[in-house]
């Protein structure tokens, strides 16, 4: 019989670690820099709709089937059949890739908590982050040596991950308390500097000023179910590790509410941070606001700490509190994918938790060294749009396809409405069905048409296959080989009665 499964200590420690996963970086810049691209103020129409939509109900089926079947993503879908257990590797290892840059990303940050002592970057934000920090190359091809300051980072990160997953989900859950409530100070202590700024409220303005006429054009909502997906990390087997660490009976559905509106707030949030400073800079500088925001990362490791070294007073102060804000946001994040893998080889394979975190975090941080290197944000570039577009959005249709046609969807949903305090209705079953398979195919074949067209950016094409489609393509017959391979713990594929 399986050993007896680890529990939470409590309710609050599940919802905080399944919030701490899903507010993360991707929060802090991510949301806000989409959401002005996107129709600003408008966006929010399309955001909710797919968190109503496609985002709670995915996240209900995860937990729910994390919960019933007291395994993480690859033992959970093999229970249910045992030849989709590959889909559950699949889903784990596209997390490990993801997990593997976002702690790279984390090494920038402890280099800009450290330089914002001395506001280090003052009067030279690119420089300080191309050179100082990335020692970057010009493309791809050039590889370029391993960069210090990025490589000590990496170490750090690792180490406290190591540190707090070694212990098991109960320790965890004691650190979510201090990771997931920290962050959300932080960001309103920032919240209320930039709105008091002058200039604040034309970073606002042009962050939540409406354009309905987005919502015309379909790239808008394929971006706002994108990001919903993203960010509340489900499709990486995450959620379905963390509830199986639930008892049978715990609430499903208001949890999984609970955790997408916090996530969503804190995501709100963070915008408010971001362009009621970069407004302030703009006005400082007298240009326009569109002229100082950055695409994607280099809102936050370019345009943002310019912004910050330009205020009236405490530059350091702020920009310590901002990348240590990024920090705590993206640790819990970072640990939770780790724990996915960890989840999924522990409940297959005999071998002890703290000799799986210990395997699972070395090579982490050995795959990571790319992405250290000088062409290492290149790499992460590429490796990050692939995964994201192709891997999540295939491994969320094939959970729905599995769980609302095989399982059936009517079935999850008798179990999961008993146990939780907000019931759900037969319009469930019909998103996990049709709606959501049905929007995450489209956008499967929207982007694969376009990348097929035009490719991605302008990178050699050599390092859009190894970088892109080999890395999504090759994990498959990875995740076949661990399917087969035969389980050393009993009863890894019978479900808990
Ligand atoms: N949700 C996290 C963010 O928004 O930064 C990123 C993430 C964490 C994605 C965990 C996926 C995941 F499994």
Redesign the pocket.
């Known amino acids: 019989m399986p050993i007896k499964r680890e529990r939470w200590i409590n309710r609050p420690a599940f919802v905080f670690a399944a919030i701490g996963?899903?507010?993360?970086?991707?929060?802090a810049w991510?949301f806000p820099y989409i959401a002005y691209q996107n129709g600003g103020g408008a966006f929010l129409i399309p955001f909710f709709i797919a968190l109503f939509t496609a985002g709670i109900p995915l996240l209900i089926l995860e937990y729910g089937l994390g919960q019933k079947m007291q395994a993480g993503a690859p033992g959970a879908l093999g229970r249910i059949k045992k030849s989709w257990e590959g889909l559950g590797w699949w889903a784990v290892f596209i997390?490990f890739v993801?997990m593997s840059y976002?702690a790279v990303i984390m090494a920038w940050t402890w280099n800009y908590i450290y330089a914002s002592l001395s506001v280090a970057w003052e009067g030279r934000v690119l420089e300080f982050f191309y050179r100082d920090v990335l020692n970057s190359t010009d493309g791809p091809l050039q590889l370029g040596p391993i960069s210090v300051p990025v490589l000590i980072g990496l170490l750090l990160t690792w180490f406290l991950i190591w540190l707090i997953l070694r212990r098991g989900v109960k320790f965890l859950g004691k650190v979510v308390l201090i990771t997931v409530p920290l962050p959300i100070i932080l960001l309103l202590i920032l919240g209320v500097r930039a709105v008091t700024l002058p200039g604040s409220m034309e970073g606002l303005t042009y962050y939540l000023q409406p354009d309905f006429r987005a919502l015309l054009d379909y790239n808008v909502w394929v971006a706002a179910y994108s990001q919903v997906f993203?960010?509340?990390?489900v499709g990486?087997g995450?959620m379905i590790a963390y509830a199986s660490y639930l008892p049978r009976k715990s609430d499903i559905n208001n949890n999984a509410i609970i955790t997408a509106l916090a996530d969503a707030g804190i995501s709100f949030l963070a915008g408010f941070v971001v362009f009621g400073t970069l407004g302030y800079m703009a006005g400082a500088q007298n240009v326009d606001v569109g002229q100082v925001v950055e695409e994607g990362i280099g809102l936050a490791f370019i345009a943002y700490p310019e912004a910050i070294s330009l205020l009236p007073f405490g530059a350091a102060f702020f920009g310590f509190i901002f990348f240590f804000t990024l920090l705590t946001l993206g640790i819990d994040?970072a640990f939770?994918?780790a724990e996915?893998v960890i989840t999924g080889l522990d409940d297959k394979f005999k071998l002890s938790r703290p000799i799986w975190v210990t395997l699972v975090c070395t090579f982490g941080f050995l795959v990571g060294l790319i992405f250290s290197t000088g062409a290492g944000l290149w790499w992460l570039d590429i490796v990050d749009h692939f995964v994201n577009n192709f891997g999540l959005a295939a491994v969320g249709l094939l959970e729905c396809l599995l769980i609302g046609w095989v399982y059936r969807a009517e079935k999850m949903r008798n179990y999961v409405n008993p146990v939780s305090d907000v019931k759900l209705g037969k319009w469930w079953d019909i998103m996990i069905k049709y709606v959501t398979p049905l929007i995450l195919g489209i956008s499967i074949i929207l982007t694969l048409s376009e990348r097929l067209m035009v490719p991605y950016r302008d990178y050699p094409a050599i390092s859009l296959l190894l970088g892109g489609w080999m890395v999504v393509l090759l994990l498959i017959p990875v995740a076949l080989i661990f399917a087969r391979k035969k389980a050393s713990r009993p009863g890894f594929l019978q479900p808990p009665q």
Not at 21 to 27: D, K, P, Q, T
Not at 230 to 233: C, E, G, I, N, V
């Open positions: 996963s899903a507010a993360g970086l991707g929060n991510r997390g993801i976002y993203f960010t509340l990390s990486f995450v994040s939770s994918l996915s």
